[in-house]
Structure formats: structure tokens, C-alpha cells
């Protein structure tokens, strides 16, 4: 569980632990050694649910790493006879982890299918360069034979466990700081991760060299545990069981990668045992896992630790409440507010109106961003024609136009995710239009999404630590900005799933996260498309501040004008990828030419 | 012998974008909505086709539901859905992108009678038309499967106001044959032009309903309190 | 080299085939199909089963493809009920469960050892330029051909084919004209799936494969579709022929010829990094 749950998740601990123990000892050797080949696929199920479950990277080589384990140390242990079988484990792992690594590295831009795909054929190739000759010590008949006294059955078994709770106490570990929290992100959408400032291509070369560590040691721990391996544990057909079992079992978690141990020791043993063929097994995982994907839920263990979520979260408020918005603190068993209720008139305000001092000192800021001569070209179709923009420091800036005018074109240029364009972006005076989109978050140039890419997996706690984690401001200034943009938009309690907050409520906490990494300058996509009008209300007023309460620059794309009157000082109209106005925000909605594009009047261009 | 939707509300992305809408689209007749980006006039539209489920509320055509029918058999009953962004099948010629529907002789040549410019360009393909040529074809091709209620998005979108004229002609003229259109557009002047009735949306609800020419006269209420979002006083 | 060119042929055909089936599924339903041979080996098996209890070749060849049409068209339909919306990887996760169920029946059915297949022509033999080309060679590659150029063909000239087509390019809109777009899908899963079974009973007479080694065939075939980046039939065509020549050569050289089979698809990989360097972010946005 997460955070929150800290005696329980020990007692637990000391209780799985105990029992461990108890069954080692007091066990019959051959289930002994039953229990010990659970931990070993426990270790591969988790190297599989790293990559795949967490990482969203489907990975159809896992047994390829094993191999690479599990050769090494053979070749090892035939060459040194006597040497400590956990360095031999250990020296395996990290050979399987470099050449995971590097597999990692070399892939960075292969993604999704294309990336499976990769993975297959590397296990595929490394199966047939395998089966040319055999493993270390075969040839000769000389098995791994693990040092005292991991000779013994129980110890070794004890060895196991022990290895597979050490690694996944340091992945969990790794899993709380922000690379591994990363790579949740990856799995959700690479461009978001970049917008938070997370180096993607790192994130996945870490998840496959971690991975493939996890999967090394487990074919180490098989060449002690079997003495002589053979190429027909480490097919390409095996790792797409393990891909198979893991996805069944939800092996994102621990709980569901030693679930998935079980399985894969204890299915084909029962089926033995009932006299019935093994390959049985197999179609039966396949059809739960089948199942699984069907619903889309996660796999057992996700699905159990999801249902625990609802209940320990159910009846706590866990969308955002935005000051001003009204009504009661939405829990979960009541309908969004946004169904509630009355839905109010237009009342927004207008910044013009409640601080006309605001309008006379416009000239007298500096700018925070400057836009000149920005076109962007997607496939010979013109989405931005020599744009010229400048967003002061301290302002709300809103960029209005209708569709397809160029409006996220403009944010995608500005934060780097346009594949080319022409012109100069700087910020504060520095020009950033070479910077990765990554160096760019950096420099304090942040964005949200028009579709929302909240983290799912994560808690509210993790994705804002998470997106204020490039930014290196010591780790009190961070927790207090951290505290300071929760309180300011209303967000849940740190340990609440995002999962279950409402995809409003998501959009807010994303606006949280990229200003709570202290920003220069924001860009807001469309931040209240779909919520009620009370909402967006509130959130208008608490955009309007946020140059006043965080020191950040606005840029606001936004369709309803109530909002834009409402948050924006300035606004720029663009009308098919050029500047059409631009200007005070009452002075520029009065604009005839404005009020022409918006209904599409016949005036002389 | 209507299009009609009764407290129909639908969601996209886990977001409810409208809310309880009542609408009738009456045959042989153009009825407009209009609204702001964002208002959630596309949804309504996709939800009416069948692109999206229904999450509350009923739809039916000629008296018949097509509340839970899929996207294919509500076209089989007679709804036709021009999607915004003009969906030509682009590398298919024009000739082609019509034959997915009907390759008989009848539905060309009906087509090139309604575009003629369609008929120069019977062997181009369609991903290097103009985009009036493409609108063209669109609307050619939703008119082959023979609808009864024809629900067309964002006709004008990035079109010369020259070229809307001429398609907005065709609609007039597709409305006379007994047809009922459904236009939404987010430019509100040439819609009102040919409108009977027309419908105002903002923030996935209908907040009002007249009259075209009643709306048309109203042009700076309209714009103020839908468009602009004016503040109170 | 020539001659090793020439003996890497009916398996360069053979993957040939099986790329485009992939490329031709992938472009038309989105999905990569990893049981696509598994499929194609469960129809060669139930041909040379037939054979076996004495029905004639050609009639127990055509149930075979009907078998394999059958199952991929049940795949194919299950594909489209249940994973109409999830990305394009959970559905490749998808057809891995399907290449394992399929193994399995494949495994109760006929059992996990290689056994001799029988060939579907007669063992005649040309020489061509210095070189012996077998008549299956000659076969095999004119049925790559005939799959590449006639499913290409029938896309463009077809009713079914043009709406296949627009299947590929606008699913959504294609529904919206009155296509019921599941039927066209579960269609070409079939299609696919007969084919394949062919590739395999072309394939089978050389090799005499267990049926595991038969299913795993999709993975040179996945590499030449790679190539093709899953889209280009041509690309992918050429890549499966190259593949088997590679494999053809490197079997006359001796240091190399143990690892043969892996040589292509490490070609393959640095092939797709060199090509996807400037291929910075996921999907659109």
C-alpha cells in the first residue's frame, strides 16, 4: 500500500518474513525446493511487470536476460570453481543489466509495437546463438554447484527469498524517487513526462537495465538451483509466458509478482499431479490474462490493491475544491458538482473591472516571453505564419482563434514539442527555440495538456513531487511550493490515487504540478475545457492570481471568453496561424475584425 | 417524420461534455446550432451518430430508436454524419471515396450534378483536393447512402467564404428535396442565413432557441451573451 | 553467393508473405499479429494430418486454409468486440495470449515432435544460370509475388478493397456510411490467416519444424514488416526476401553459419534505430 499504511505494511512484512522462515524449516525438501523456484519466478515476473506493468514498455525477452545470468554464471563457476555463489549471482545480474541497459538505450526512440517487436527479436536471435552451443559446464557435465552453505536446500531457498525481497526493497526504493516515478510517466505519455522536465530516453534505459538486473540474478539463481541449464528454459515462448503470467497477475506490484511465482511453479505441479498435460497451464493463464485485458482493470494483485484504494478512500473528498467554487466538498459517493446544483448565469467578473490599475501600467513591465517571426509547417500545410508575440512578465496572456487556428501549435513551439519550426522563443531575453523540450521545463518554461495527462497511476503527493523533482531548489523550498499550490488549488490529500479523482479535478492538478516547480512562465492548454461553469469560474479567478501568488507568467489558451475576461489582462487573437489582433482584453472582444472571424462574416482581408 | 433527442447527455473522456439536450431536427428543413468552441455542439453531434454512447437520454428517427444502434445502423436507417475537418479518404480517388458507399451510375452522376467540380476531378485523388473540393465530396458522399436526416459539423471550417456559400446552396437545396439537415457551425452569420430554426449552445447545454431571422436581427445580444461572455451589467 | 541466395529463397518467399499479411492486418485493423503463423502451422498440421489418414493433398490443403481462415476469423472477431479501443500495444499483448492458446491446442492436437511433411509438388529441379532451383523454390517465390501484387490489386480495384482502404484511414467514418466495419475486419483476419497456412505448407516440406518452430516463423516476418514500418507492403516484401538470402549466404560461411538466423534481425534493429533517430515523441498529440 502506500504511504499511510506504513505499521501495517511493517507488520506485514515481519508476519511474510516469519512464515518464510517457518516453511523453510519445517517443509519436505522437494517442496522446500518448490517454494525457492517461486521466488526465482517471482524475481522474473517482477523484471517483467517493471518494464511492462509500470513502464508501459512491453518487454518479449525477460528469459533472454535470465540466459545471460544464468550463462555467466555458469561459465564462472566451470572457471572458479568455489567461488561465492552470490557474487557469481550478482556479477550475472549486472552483465544482464549492461546489456539491458544498453538494449535500453539503443531503443530510446523505438516505441510501442515497433518496440515489442524489437525486444522479440532480440530474444529470438540470442535463443538461436544460444542453442549452437550449450551452456557452460554441460559439455563436460560439470553443474554450478553454489558455495556453502547455499549447497544446502533450505539455505539456498533462504537465498532466494532473501535476494528477491532485497531487490524489490531497492526498486521500491528507487520507485519513490523521482526517476522512478518517471517511469509511470513514460508509460502515460512521453510527452508529459518531458513537459515535467523527466530526460525520457534515461527513464527508459533504466527501467530495462533495472529489468533486466531482476531477471539476470533470477537465471543466476536457476544455474545454482538447477546445476546444468538447458536453452529450453529460456525460449522466446517462455518469456511470453512471463509476459503473459505477469500481465494476469498485475506484477507492478510485488504481491502480484510472487502471485505470478505461484502460478507458474504451482499450475503446472497441480496439473502433474492430476495427470493432465502441461501446456494446459499455459492456455489456462493465457485466457485469464485474456481476461484481464479485456476488463483493463490491472492484473489480480492491481486489481485487489485498486479495490482497497476505493474502500480506504471511500467517502473522502478526493477532487479538487476550488476556492470559490462553492458547494459542499465533493466525496465520492455523491455525483460530481458539476451535476449538482444550479448552474449560475455568466457571472464572471472581468480583471478590467476589478483592478483598473492593472491596465495602466502595462507598458511599463519587461517581457517574460518574446515570440518573433515563429512559422511551424506540418506537412506543407502552413500552422503558423510568422507569429509575432509578447507575453509581459506578471501577466495573464490569452491566446484565443478559432480551431485550427494555431493555438497549440503556438504552445508546441514554445515548449519544444514542434518538430521544426522557424523563428525565435526567448525567455527573460535568453533564447531557448534550440533547447530540448526537457532543458526547456528546466529553464522554467511549463505546459498542460488540451487532452489531460494526469499520471493515473500515481498519488497526488507523487506527481507533484515528481513534477517539481528537475527543479533544484532544495528540498525545504520545494515542499513548501509543494504546500503552498495544494492549499491554493483546493487539491486532495497527498496520498489520494489520482485514478480516482475526476478528470476536472486532474486537469487542476496538473495546472498544481506545473506551477508548483516554480515556473517562469506557464502555458495553459484549454484548462477549463468540460468543467461546469462554476468551476470554470473559480479556476478563472485563481489563474488570475497566480502571477501575484507564484511570481509565473501566463500564457492561456481558452475558448469560453467569460474565462478569458475573466483571468487574461491581454489577449491575442489568431486567425489562421497569423496575429489578428491583439491588445487589452476589452478593447480587442470590441474589435470588429475579431467579432468578424468569430462568425465568419465576408470582410476584405 | 424527424430527427428528435430527448434529454440526451453525453460524455467524452470521463468528462460530461452535454447535458440533457432536447432537440428536433425537422425534414425539409435547415436547423442551425450554434455556439462557441468547446460548447460541446461536436459531441452532441457524435453522440446523435452513434461516435459515442449515449449516457442518459433517447434519440429517434422516423419513430424509431436509434438510442443503442451502432454508427453503421443508424446510417442504415437514414442518418448521415459529415464529421468536422473534412474526412476524405485520402488516398482514395473521388470516384472511389463515392463507391464506398454505392458505385452505381445513379450516385455519380447525382453527385457531379450537385458539384459539378467534382466531375473534372473524378480521377484525383482526394488528399489533393482543395479543401472546398473536399468539403464537396464529403457531403457528396454522405448524400449517396440516402439519408433522411443529414447532421453536418463545422461546415465552414477553414474555407473561403465564397466556397460556404456554395455548399450552404446545396444544403438549401437538399433541404427542398425533403431532407433534414442538422448544421452546426461555430460562424454564426451564414448558418443563420439559411436557418429555419436555430439553437444556441454554451457549456453543453441549449440555453436558447429561436428563430434564424429573430437571432439574425439579435446579432449583438447574441454575440455578447453566447461569444464573448460579456460581464453582468 | 549466388547459389546461397537461391537456397535461402523458399524461406525469404515464405517470410515475404507472412510481412505482408502482417503489414496488410496491421494498416487495415491496427493490429500486429504475433499468432499470425501460429495460426498458418495449426492449418498445415491439419493438412498433413488429413494426408496422413488418407485424403488427397489438394483436398486436405484447401480444409487446411479453412481451418486457419476459420481460427484467425474468430481472433479477428474477438479482436474487434473486446479490444476496439485500447492502443495498438495492448492489442499486440493480445495476440501473444492468442499465439499461446494456440500453441497449446497445437501441442494436444498434434504433439511437440518435428515430423515429415510430405510436399505439395513433385521434387523437380532446373538449372538456372549455373544454379539448381527446385520447383517449390520457383512456387514459393511466385506466391510471395501473387500475395504482394494481388492483395495490392484487390485494395485498389475492389469494392471490398477500396472500402478496406478507407477502413484503414478512417475506421470511425467508414461506420458512418454504413459500413459495418467489425465484418470487414473479421474478413481480413481470415484472409490473412489462409495465407498464412499456405506460407506454411510451402515452408514445412524443408524444414520439417515442430510446431513451435513453425509459430515462431512470425519473427523474421515481424522484422521485414518492421522495416516496412508496418505499412509499406513493398518494403516489407523486399525485407522478408532479404532475410531468408542473408540466411541463405550465411549458411555457406562457415564461421558465420551457426548463428545465421540471428545475423538479419540484428540488421533489422540497427536498420530501425538509424531510421527512427529523429523520431522524437509518441503519437501525435
Not at chain 1, 532485497?166 to 518517471?182: C, D, F, I, P, Y
Not at chain 1, 493515473?456 to 507523487?462: I, M, N, T
Not at chain 1, 485563481?542 to 471568453?561: K, Q
Not at chain 3, 502451422?41 to 476459420?70: N, Q, R
Request: glycine share 12%; with cysteine; aromatic share 6%.
Amino acid at each position: 500500500m502506500r504511504r499511510g499504511s506504513g505499521p501495517g505494511l511493517a507488520i506485514a512484512a515481519v508476519a511474510g518474513i516469519s512464515l518464510l522462515v517457518a516453511l523453510g524449516l519445517a517443509l519436505p525438501v522437494y517442496w522446500v525446493y518448490l517454494l525457492t523456484t517461486v521466488a526465482i519466478a517471482a524475481l522474473i515476473a517482477r523484471s517483467v511487470g517493471l518494464l511492462t506493468n509500470q513502464a508501459g514498455l512491453i518487454t518479449l525477452c525477460q528469459m533472454a536476460f535470465a540466459a545471460i545470468g544464468g550463462w555467466v554464471v555458469s561459465w564462472i563457476a566451470l572457471a572458479w570453481p568455489g567461488a561465492p555463489f552470490l557474487l557469481l549471482v550478482l556479477l550475472g545480474g549486472v552483465a544482464a543489466a549492461s546489456v539491458g541497459l544498453l538494449l535500453g538505450l539503443a531503443t530510446a526512440r523505438i516505441r510501442g509495437v515497433e518496440l515489442a517487436v524489437v525486444t522479440l527479436g532480440f530474444g529470438a536471435a540470442l535463443d538461436l546463438v544460444l542453442r549452437q552451443g550449450a551452456f557452460p559446464g554441460v559439455g563436460s557435465g560439470t553443474p554450478v554447484i553454489p558455495s556453502a552453505p547455499f549447497d544446502d536446500p533450505r539455505w539456498f531457498f533462504a537465498l532466494c527469498w532473501a535476494i528477491l525481497l532485497v531487490l524489490q526493497s531497492g526498486s521500491a526504493l528507487l520507485g519513490r524517487t523521482a526517476h522512478g516515478l518517471g517511469w509511470a510517466a513514460i508509460r502515460t505519455s512521453e510527452r508529459a513526462a518531458a513537459a515535467l522536465g523527466m530526460r525520457v530516453g534515461r527513464a527508459k534505459a533504466s527501467a530495462f537495465g533495472v529489468g533486466s538486473l531482476f531477471a539476470g540474478v533470477a537465471g543466476g539463481l536457476l544455474a545454482g538451483q538447477y546445476g546444468l541449464l538447458t536453452t529450453a528454459v529460456f525460449t522466446p515462448l517462455a518469456s511470453m509466458m512471463h509476459l503473459v503470467t505477469a500481465v494476469l497477475c498485475g506484477a507492478s506490484l510485488f504481491s502480484g509478482a510472487v502471485l505470478a511465482g505461484v502460478f507458474s511453479v504451482f499450475m503446472p505441479e497441480a496439473l502433474r499431479r492430476l495427470g493432465l498435460p502441461l501446456d494446459v497451464g499455459n492456455a489456462l493463464l493465457a485466457i485469464g490474462a485474456f481476461d484481464v485485458l479485456r476488463r483493463g482493470g490491472g492484473g489480480i494483485a492491481e486489481q485487489a490493491r485498486a479495490k482497497l484504494q476505493d474502500r480506504a478512500f471511500r467517502g473522502a473528498r478526493v477532487a479538487c475544491e476550488l476556492p470559490g467554487a462553492g458547494g459542499s466538498p465533493k466525496s465520492r459517493d455523491l455525483p460530481p458538482s458539476s451535476e449538482r446544483g444550479t448552474v449560475l448565469r455568466a457571472g464572471y467578473r472581468s480583471t478590467a473591472q476589478r483592478d483598473p490599475a492593472r491596465r495602466g501600467d502595462r507598458h511599463s513591465r519587461q517581457a517574460c516571453l518574446e515570440i518573433s517571426g515563429l512559422s511551424v509547417s506540418y506537412g506543407g500545410n502552413r500552422a503558423l505564419d510568422a507569429v509575432d508575440l509578447t507575453v509581459r512578465a506578471g501577466e495573464v496572456h490569452a491566446l484565443i482563434g478559432s480551431n485550427g487556428a494555431g493555438k497549440t501549435t503556438l504552445i508546441d513551439a514554445v515548449t519544444g514539442f514542434a518538430t521544426a519550426h522557424s523563428g525565435i522563443v526567448r525567455v527573460d531575453g535568453a533564447e531557448i527555440d534550440r533547447l530540448s523540450a526537457q532543458k526547456r521545463a528546466d529553464r522554467g518554461v511549463r505546459r498542460t495538456f488540451q487532452q489531460g495527462r494526469a499520471i493515473e497511476a500515481l498519488s497526488v503527493g507523487d506527481y507533484l513531487r515528481l513534477a517539481v523533482a528537475a527543479e533544484s531548489g532544495g528540498r525545504a523550498a520545494e515542499t513548501e511550493r509543494v504546500r503552498s499550490v495544494s492549499a491554493y488549488f483546493g487539491l486532495p490529500d497527498a496520498n489520494v490515487p489520482i485514478r480516482l479523482m475526476d478528470a476536472g479535478s486532474r486537469r487542476v492538478l496538473e495546472i498544481a504540478g506545473a506551477l508548483a516547480s516554480g515556473p517562469r512562465v506557464l502555458l495553459l492548454d484549454e484548462p477549463a475545457a468540460g468543467s461546469a461553469e462554476t468551476e470554470s469560474r473559480a479556476l478563472a479567478e485563481l489563474v488570475r492570481r497566480i502571477p501575484a501568488e507564484f511570481g509565473c507568467t501566463v500564457l492561456l489558451i481558452e475558448h469560453d471568453m467569460g474565462f478569458v475576461r475573466a483571468a487574461a489582462t491581454r489577449v491575442t487573437v489568431l486567425d489562421d496561424g497569423r496575429v489578428l489582433a491583439e491588445g487589452a482584453v476589452d478593447e480587442v472582444l470590441a474589435d470588429p475584425r475579431v467579432v468578424a472571424a468569430y462568425l465568419g462574416e465576408e470582410v476584405a482581408r | 417524420m424527424t430527427l428528435s433527442a430527448t434529454g440526451l447527455t453525453v460524455r467524452r473522456g470521463g468528462l460530461t461534455i452535454c447535458r440533457d439536450i432536447d432537440l428536433v431536427v425537422p425534414v425539409g428543413e435547415i436547423t442551425v446550432l450554434l455556439g462557441a468552441n468547446g460548447a460541446g455542439k461536436s459531441t452532441l453531434l457524435d453522440g446523435l451518430s452513434g461516435v459515442l454512447p449515449v449516457a442518459a437520454g433517447a434519440i429517434h428517427l422516423d419513430g424509431h430508436s436509434l438510442t443503442r444502434l451502432p454508427p453503421h445502423r443508424r446510417a442504415a436507417r437514414g442518418l448521415a454524419y459529415v464529421e468536422q475537418g473534412r474526412t476524405v479518404f485520402e488516398r482514395l480517388t473521388v470516384r472511389q471515396n463515392l463507391a464506398v458507399v454505392d458505385r452505381s451510375r445513379r450516385t455519380l452522376d447525382r453527385s457531379f450534378e450537385l458539384f459539378p467540380r467534382l466531375a473534372e476531378k473524378r480521377d484525383i485523388r482526394a488528399g489533393l483536393l482543395s479543401g472546398g473540393e473536399q468539403q464537396m465530396l464529403v457531403i457528396a458522399r454522405a448524400l449517396a447512402t440516402d439519408p433522411r436526416v443529414l447532421l453536418v459539423d463545422e461546415l465552414s471550417l477553414g474555407l473561403a467564404p465564397r466556397v460556404v456559400r456554395t455548399l450552404m446552396e446545396a444544403l438549401v437545396g437538399l433541404a427542398a428535396t425533403g431532407v433534414g439537415v442538422l448544421l452546426v457551425e461555430q460562424y454564426a452569420q451564414l448558418a443563420l442565413e439559411v436557418g429555419t430554426t436555430a439553437h444556441v449552445m454554451r457549456q453543453g447545454r441549449i440555453v436558447r432557441s429561436a428563430a434564424c431571422a429573430t437571432l439574425l436581427a439579435d446579432r449583438d445580444a447574441l454575440l455578447s451573451s453566447h461569444y464573448f461572455g460579456s460581464p453582468i451589467g | 553467393m549466388l547459389d546461397g541466395v537461391i537456397s535461402g529463397l523458399i524461406s525469404g518467399s515464405v517470410y515475404a508473405i507472412l510481412a505482408v499479411c502482417v503489414v496488410m492486418l496491421y494498416r487495415l485493423t491496427g493490429v500486429v499479429n504475433v499468432g499470425l503463423a501460429a495460426t498458418g502451422a495449426l492449418g498445415a498440421y491439419a493438412c498433413y494430418a488429413l494426408v496422413g489418414a488418407g485424403m488427397p493433398l489438394v483436398a486436405a490443403a484447401l480444409i487446411g486454409l479453412l481451418v486457419s481462415g476459420s481460427v484467425a476469423g474468430l481472433a479477428g472477431l474477438v479482436l474487434a468486440r473486446w479490444f476496439g479501443q485500447p492502443s495498438a500495444t495492448i492489442r499486440l499483448v493480445v495476440t501473444v495470449v492468442l499465439l499461446v492458446v494456440i500453441l497449446s491446442l497445437g501441442f494436444r492436437l498434434f504433439g511437440d515432435s518435428p515430423r515429415v511433411m510430405p510436399s505439395l509438388l513433385p521434387e523437380v529441379s532446373f538449372v538456372l544460370a549455373g544454379v539448381r532451383v527446385s520447383l517449390a523454390t520457383f512456387v514459393a517465390f511466385g506466391c510471395a509475388v501473387l500475395v504482394a501484387v494481388g492483395l495490392t490489386l484487390l485494395l485498389r480495384h475492389t469494392r471490398i478493397g477500396i472500402r478496406m482502404e478507407a477502413m484503414s484511414e478512417r475506421p470511425t467514418t467508414l461506420q458512418l456510411l454504413g459500413v459495418n466495419t467489425r465484418v470487414l475486419s473479421v474478413v481480413v483476419w481470415s484472409a490473412t490467416g489462409a495465407i498464412a497456412a499456405l506460407a506454411m505448407l510451402l515452408i514445412a516440406p524443408t524444414r520439417n519444424p515442430t510446431f513451435e518452430a513453425m509459430a515462431f516463423l512470425v519473427v523474421p516476418a515481424l522484422a521485414a514488416a518492421l522495416l516496412g514500418a508496418f505499412s509499406n507492403v513493398w518494403v516489407a516484401a523486399a525485407g522478408g526476401l532479404a532475410i531468408g538470402a542473408l540466411e541463405g549466404i550465411g549458411a555457406r560461411i562457415d564461421w558465420l553459419s551457426s548463428y545465421r538466423g540471428a545475423i538479419p534481425f540484428l540488421l533489422v534493429i540497427i536498420a530501425l534505430i538509424w531510421l527512427r533517430r529523429r523520431e522524437v515523441w509518441d503519437a501525435a498529440r
